[in-house]
């Protein structure tokens, strides 16, 4: 869509990416549930494998639904490009996959979703790769951990379980003063909440499996690049730098500039790697996109309530939700998170371990599951269930000790959310 002002975001979250179908005028993006495309002769053909001209090929690169949603995510993050994925989990080795090698290192905070830091601590091991863990609120700790093989600083906007706001200018600060890229997983806050581009983030991962589609449905993910690294300035980075053996010889940030990283992760990423979206799932994460900011609004507005009702209850021992005065995050909230602290948090409940499995067989409202970001309100005793695989260490210090609940608040009416959490707490 063509305006002569810059669009809003809720305009965004609705027309960027799509316009109405060209061969059929359909308003809704159709769900190109198709595998191949095909070309109108061999010169085409030739064009679009050498990346001459942009096109369909086979939908493990690109699909025209996938694309349109690539493109929404990408314009509400304020990116040059983006890809999206099977997962979040996926997203996050395409976001690494074009600056990594073996032997060579990224730096994570410790305040991680659990399944990430057993992806960082184990699983990338597989590759050569390793990962360093620091706490993101030392600085000087995170810059004294980059070495020679250090490629990549990661960390999340809102650190799930909760509670935790990164303050992404000083780390984009250290990053900028160490020449490497930093990547943003933005899964817990979206675009509405935050935006790490403008706070200096190189790259941003999505889980769209959560708020982005809303509701509980698809398992999907996105890469959006800022296109504002140099790729090239350190020799650092030579898949992108120099010619590329895996696509005969091309030079990608020389060829195609703020464009490289995407282009790389689809030429060689998905490509080779294979962790792409399906069409029917990108479709339903479009869907969802609609309503983005009306949810966050509700999510955050009903977050704010349960937490401040919780901090009172004489059960519970604390409450860690950024947007209540008493977090030593909350002063971060008006510049990193400016509409709200989210809808994830966690409490711990005085009575320990036994109390909060108590608590979660007793709710009835709340869903008992490993997710978040659904338009339900869901709880998780995370110690035993997404930080399970986490040291006792770990755990406390990725927030999910074992006297901890951990909560994503839905969209339903405030009064019956609070309502489920006092007769549970009442058989605590
Ligand atoms: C869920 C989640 C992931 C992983 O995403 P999947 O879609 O489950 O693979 C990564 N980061 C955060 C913050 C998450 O909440």
Redesign the pocket.
């Given at each position: 869509m063509t305006t002569d002002r810059p669009l809003g975001f809720d305009t965004l979250a609705i027309h960027a990416g799509t316009a109405p179908d060209p061969a059929t005028g359909a308003r809704q993006v159709p769900i190109y549930q198709t595998t191949a495309y095909v070309f109108r002769d061999a010169d085409h053909a030739a064009k679009l494998f050498n990346l001459q001209e942009v096109g369909y090929i086979y939908s493990r690169l690109t699909n025209p639904t996938v694309s349109a949603l690539a493109n929404r995510v990408c314009a509400l993050e304020g990116g040059a490009g983006a890809i999206c994925c099977s997962?979040?989990?996926?997203?996050?080795i395409m976001a690494l996959f074009p600056l990594m090698g073996p032997g060579r290192n990224i730096i994570a905070s410790t305040r991680?979703?659990g399944?990430?830091v057993t992806q960082f601590s184990q699983t990338i091991k597989r590759f050569g790769w390793s990962a360093k863990f620091v706490d993101f609120d030392d600085l000087a700790a995170l810059e004294a951990a980059v070495d020679d093989d250090t490629r990549a600083i990661f960390c999340?906007s809102i650190?799930?379980p909760g509670g935790y706001i990164t303050d992404l200018d000083a780390v984009a600060g250290v990053a900028n003063k160490v020449g490497l890229p930093l990547i943003v997983?933005n899964?817990?806050a979206s675009p509405y909440l935050c935006r790490p581009i403008e706070h200096g983030a190189t790259i941003v991962?999505h889980?769209?499996?959560?708020y982005l589609t809303g509701n509980g449905t698809v398992?999907?993910?996105v890469v959006v690049d800022s296109g504002k690294f140099d790729w090239s300035a350190s020799g650092k980075f030579p898949s992108l730098s120099e010619p590329e053996p895996a696509y005969h010889g091309l030079t990608f940030h020389p060829t195609l500039g703020a464009m490289a990283f995407t282009f790389h992760s689809i030429a060689i990423g998905l490509r080779d790697l294979g962790m792409t979206m399906n069409p029917q799932g990108a479709h339903y994460t479009l869907m969802g996109i609609e309503t983005l900011s009306l949810r966050m609004q509700r999510h955050v507005e009903n977050a704010a309530k349960v937490a401040e009702w919780l901090e009172k209850h004489p059960k519970v021992k604390a409450v860690t939700y950024a947007g209540l005065p008493s977090s030593p995050y909350a002063h971060r909230v008006p510049r990193i998170t400016p509409k709200g602290a989210g809808a994830l948090f966690t409490f711990a409940l005085k009575g320990g371990y036994e109390s909060c499995v108590k608590l979660i067989d007793s709710l009835k409202l709340f869903s008992h599951v490993a997710?978040?970001?659904d338009t339900r309100s869901l709880v998780i005793h995370s110690a035993s269930t997404t930080h399970r695989q986490l040291s006792e260490e770990q755990q406390i210090r990725a927030g999910a000790a074992p006297d901890v609940v951990r909560v994503s608040i839905g969209i339903e009416d405030v009064a019956d959310i609070i309502a489920d959490l006092e007769q549970a707490l009442a058989k605590v």
């Open positions: 997962s979040g989990h996926a997203a996050q991680l979703y399944g990430t999340e650190a799930n997983d899964t817990s991962v889980s769209a499996t959560k398992t999907g993910g997710n978040l970001g």
